[in-house]
């Protein structure tokens, strides 16, 4: 493996206080158990309380990261500005009609936060409802989270989170007057549906552990003590979120897991009614409610239909004895989501590994598909405020085409471009190649590859690659344009995504084949990729940078002990890598809803040895590995910062060679990095000029 240079710099050492762990007759000792503080509880609301030989680990880790990435401060400056350069600083989205208004998004130049604004419906004087730089003053972060007006337009419903840890603060804006009311609710997951008089609003509540485990209704101008419990979830596996519809009939609460999920609706009419069950969660069952009038359409899985089908239900009795079917199960096409108007139901489906758009008319069932050239692109429906519309707006991208913004009549079928992604700094799609290529994986399936690099790329095996990949829970990674990544390509980079087993790219089997007890088929998938990369001539083992985060961060810990000698680098973000450890204890926040992803180890000791036959950090051992990047946030609640804390201490123990392995840790931020557009271009920028310098491109000039 080729040495990378960096800067002389002496590492921390971990203390090693060991504590033993014994599960199912199996003893395990953690050396640095003691980095995951007894109170994060209270250190995810107040990071002050850390305690002190914690953080003083933490800002050693930081002050080492600094100084072995001392000599790339002019580089990340240049690729900061190069992606700053390519972002249209007072962009602005294109509004939404609903009712006498429009509503959208926009940025004012050099701001960090999103204003959010309405016009008169055809055009206007804009309004300034919220502005996010204004509300952001004097927070080292700060997030917005929900934005839900009134049907009236009177009121504003908004929320935000100012620790990075996720527990979101509701506010009541009267629009007239620009005030936030005295209606504050704190320890909230973030948005809040309005009753259909709009005289008070249902919420979610998250408990000490910040799972969303209450439902309760706020009646303005009422204390918030005396809010009503209308739906308590008692089970902590289970997930819970209150929505709406956009005819504002009914109030939705979702409750579900990985694999089952249960509906209990309100008709928003009645906000003191109580919940009334739509089918009763079944193992394995799951389903999607949407409205259609006097119908709910239903995506579901019911009766093995694998890749989903529609059915519909009787808004007054909606049982599961009442389902009849509208679409039938096809496999291998993918129903991904659905939305209904008055007239028309639309869904997003995937089929060959691509998304497609299907418009059904309600009153005769013909159904037409909105057709696209490119070889692999990114499709996304943006639905409608309305629901009596013929007006249907999507977004579309490729790896070489910026974002476009459509409306669609569904009638007519005429498509009208309402927008085009700007990049200032300019972009010509023709200086770019996208490819879309299948590598064999160990057994014999064919994993999905989206690249693209500049044209004037040698493909020789000589390029750098960068090679991105997530597999779990299902999502698929789209082949959707990113500018950030241009940096990259102007340099001589391939970059690729690999569409691993673990998310749905090819359909609801491609998940279940990369879960459980088949999780080695994400981690042989992608180093599968790589390997394919390289028989192709795009780049060389030493030449490929990994990137991965969250569960995509557990993938980078995986392919690092598996095959480390497959990679030149590897940057893991927010890495979830103590994944034994953390299915194990059941007080932390995502732990038992988990626990249908990956297993139960506490009661399974099949589970327990899956888990831990690859779990990144108990699997680190005397090997050389490439150059590691860690990057984490204090007050993550999805991946607490002692995994890739300890991760990092071990490698440095265990470890062969002279490679170094780096942790840098954001003490004000949690799972999403930065929280301001331009301060998160400078966490990226980071990542890349780790990336440039491990395999010496760090001097190279954009092309």
Request: aromatic content about 10%.
């Amino acid at each position: 493996m080729k040495q990378t240079i960096f800067p002389s710099a002496t590492p921390p050492v971990t203390e090693e206080r060991p504590v033993d762990d014994t599960r199912h007759g199996i003893t395990r000792v953690d050396e640095f158990a003691w980095l995951r503080a007894d109170n994060w509880q209270e250190v995810f609301r107040d990071p002050s309380l850390l305690d002190p030989a914690i953080r003083s680990h933490l800002e050693a880790e930081n002050a080492y990261q600094q100084a072995l990435m001392a000599d790339t401060e002019v580089l990340r400056k240049t690729l900061f500005q190069e992606m700053k350069g390519r972002i249209k600083e007072d962009d602005s989205s294109v509004p939404m009609k609903d009712g006498p208004f429009a509503y959208g998004s926009s940025y004012k130049k050099g701001g960090e936060q999103p204003r959010f604004f309405r016009t008169p419906r055809d055009g206007g004087t804009e309004e300034i409802i919220l502005d996010g730089d204004h509300e952001a003053e004097g927070k080292p972060y700060f997030h917005l989270g929900g934005i839900e007006h009134t049907s009236d337009h009177k009121r504003l419903l908004w929320s935000f989170d100012d620790k990075g840890s996720e527990f979101f603060t509701l506010k009541t804006r009267d629009l007239p007057t620009g005030e936030d009311l005295a209606d504050v609710i704190t320890d909230t997951a973030g948005s809040g549906v309005w009753d259909a008089g709009n005289t008070g609003f249902f919420y979610t509540r998250l408990d000490p552990n910040h799972r969303p485990s209450k439902i309760f209704y706020h009646s303005l101008g009422t204390d918030t003590a005396d809010d009503r419990l209308v739906f308590e979830e008692t089970d902590p596996g289970f997930f819970m979120g209150v929505g709406g519809t956009r005819d504002n009939r009914w109030v939705m609460i979702g409750i579900n897991d990985h694999e089952t999920s249960e509906y209990r609706i309100i008709d928003a009419a009645t906000p003191d009614a109580q919940p009334r069950l739509v089918a009763a969660r079944e193992a394995g069952l799951q389903y999607d409610l949407e409205e259609g009038g006097d119908i709910f359409f239903v995506l579901t899985n019911a009766d093995g239909a694998k890749d989903f089908k529609i059915m519909t239900a009787p808004v007054d009795n909606p049982g599961r004895e009442n389902w009849s079917e509208l679409v039938a199960h096809e496999p291998g096409r993918l129903i991904l989501s659905v939305i209904g108007f008055k007239d028309f139901m639309v869904r997003l489906e995937r089929k060959d590994s691509l998304p497609r758009i299907v418009i059904r008319d309600r009153a005769d069932g013909s159904e037409h598909m909105i057709d696209f050239d490119e070889e692999a692109y990114s499709l996304g429906l943006s639905g409608s405020y309305e629901y009596d519309t013929e007006i249907m707006r999507f977004s579309y991208s490729s790896m070489t085409t910026p974002g476009q913004v459509f409306d669609y009549d569904m009638r007519t079928r005429e498509r009208t471009l309402l927008k085009t992604q700007e990049v200032p700094s300019g972009h010509d799609p023709e200086h770019y190649v996208t490819r879309r290529l299948m590598a064999p994986s160990h057994d014999g399936e064919l994993v999905p590859i989206s690249l693209i690099h500049h044209r004037d790329t040698p493909i020789d095996g000589s390029a750098p690659c960068l090679l991105y990949g997530y597999g779990a829970y299902g999502i698929a990674i789209p082949a959707a344009f990113n500018t950030n990544i241009l940096s990259l390509a102007d340099r001589g980079f391939v970059y690729a995504i690999a569409h691993t087993r673990g998310g749905k790219d090819k359909g609801f089997a491609w998940y279940e084949d990369g879960k459980r007890q088949k999780k080695t088929n994400t981690f042989l998938d992608f180093i599968a990729a790589a390997t394919h990369l390289v028989a192709e001539n795009y780049t060389g083992h030493d030449r490929i940078v990994a990137q991965g985060g969250s569960a995509g961060g557990m993938l980078m810990g995986a392919i690092a002990n598996l095959a480390p000698d497959a990679f030149g680098g590897i940057i893991a973000e927010v890495p979830f890598v103590d994944v034994l450890d953390t299915m194990l204890d059941d007080t932390l926040p995502l732990t038992p809803p988990e626990w249908p992803e990956w297993g139960n180890p506490i009661a399974s000791v099949e589970d327990y040895r899956t888990i831990a036959a690859y779990s990144p950090y108990d699997n680190v051992g005397a090997k050389n590995y490439p150059p590691i990047l860690a990057v984490a946030g204090l007050t993550d609640p999805r991946v607490t910062y002692w995994e890739p804390a300890k991760w990092i201490a071990r490698l440095r123990k265990l470890k062969t060679g002279d490679n170094p392995v780096l942790f840098k840790i954001n003490m004000d931020a949690g799972h999403a990095g930065a929280s301001g557009r331009f301060s998160r271009l400078e966490e990226i920028a980071y990542n890349y000029a780790f990336a440039l310098k491990v395999v010496g491109r760090d001097k190279t000039e954009a092309g």
